[in-house]
Structure formats: C-alpha cells, structure tokens
C-alpha cells in the first residue's frame, strides 16, 4: 500500500466548478500536511498547509481528519488557471521532516 | 533572489557514464533535499541533508551518491548511468522542519535521459 494515495484523475470540470480532491496516509505519525501545486514540466509549489481544524485561503479548502488519516482539498469557482497537478504531501518530523507524496491528481479546467 | 538553482537543465547520458547534477540555494536554509519525479510514481526522495555536514538516504538512494559542498550546494553524483535513472530530477531546499515556516522550496528540474 502507498504511503500517500491520490485518485489520479484527471478531473475535467468546466469553469466556475466546485471540485474536491481526496488523499489518505498510512503512517499514522504523520505530523504535517500539505497541498502542493504542480503545473506541467515544472517544479512543485506550494499551495496550502492543512491544519487539523481546517483552513481557507480564498476559493481552496482543505481539511484534514486525522482519526480517518484523511485529507480533501476543495476548489470552488474553477479557474481556467486552476489547471494543474494537485500533489498530496505528508510529513513525519521523527525522520528528518521529509515530505512523502502523493502520486498526484491532476485537474483541467475548461471554458 | 534566485531561491533554488539547479544545472544542468537537460542531460543526455548513455548508459555507464557518470554526471553531477549541481542544485544551490540562496535562502539560507538548512536543509536540503533530492527527488526524482517518475510518471505515475510522484516525487521520490532520494537524498537529503538535514543540515550542513550530514546526509542521509531517502527512499530510492541505490546508484547515486551527493556531497553537502557548504549551506548553499548539494550535489547528486551518479556513477554509473542506467537507463531506470531516466527521470526528472528535482532539488529542494527548506528551513528546519517544525519551523513554522517549514516549505520545501523546488528547483526548475534537471531532465535527464539515459540511453
């Protein structure tokens, strides 16, 4: 079993969609967690930490429920800028804070 | 502020060469961080260096090696090229993890293709 699963998509939603991506972890150790953001041949950035009580940063939504290791990032209003790869991403500090990803759901956003 | 700086961009290696791919950071963190990013696989790390003067293995360290130059370099050396390292090579770099700054800051990538 991966460490970090993502539903690889690809989601294809017209513009001004609600989506939302789901990921699970494993390692129930896991202290941070985070979205990133990939664009095509790029370099990962990222998008949001995910905090246990939720957090919001304008139109992306993320949640986090530590006792189902489960975490969801939700978009509303989709841009056609929105279009990207959503990387799922874990931390264990206990191994010299690396980042365990997820594979990965991508998203296209159409006119 | 260049952040994260990686050379070569792309690489063309035939099988059994040896290369080093560069990566430097401006930001004065103290950690760094090599990944190779295959399709359907994500990122997979497989070098990083906690701080200057140590190293240690990631997930997938079979065949490369790296050298932690100063605070600013890390390097990944491969010896012996294969054609399983074809990959996209990505370097990150971040402040302490637990900071509440903890970001992994990316390079552009350096595409290497082993023939």
């Known amino acids: 079993r991966k460490e970090v699963e993502q539903d690889p998509g690809p989601f294809n939603v017209p513009e001004g969609a609600t989506v939302a991506f789901n990921c699970t972890y494993s390692?129930?150790?896991?202290?941070?967690f985070f979205w990133y953001r990939q664009d095509c041949r790029k370099e990962p950035k990222l998008l949001m930490s995910?905090?246990?009580s939720g957090n919001e940063d304008g139109r992306f939504t993320a949640q986090l429920n530590r006792a189902s290791q489960y975490i969801s990032l939700l978009i509303r209003d989709s841009k056609l800028s929105d279009s990207a790869t959503y990387l799922c991403v874990v931390s264990l500090y206990n191994q010299g804070g690396k980042l365990i990803f997820g594979q990965g759901t991508e998203l296209s956003v159409k006119p | 502020n260049a952040g994260v700086t990686q050379t070569p961009k792309f690489q063309v290696l035939k099988t059994g060469q040896s290369m080093t791919l560069q990566c430097a950071q401006d930001m004065n963190h103290n950690s760094m961080y090599w990944y190779r990013q295959d399709p359907g696989m994500g990122l997979r790390l497989i070098y990083y260096s906690a701080s200057e003067g140590t190293t240690d293995k990631g997930e997938v360290p079979n065949g490369y090696n790296v050298s932690r130059l100063n605070k600013r370099e890390f390097s990944l050396r491969l010896e012996s090229a294969a054609p399983s390292q074809t990959s996209v090579y990505f370097c990150a770099s971040s402040e302490a993890p637990g900071t509440a700054t903890y970001e992994q800051y990316f390079g552009p990538g350096t595409r290497l293709t082993v023939t």
């Open positions: 995910v905090y246990s």
């Open positions: 390692n129930s150790a896991s202290q941070s």
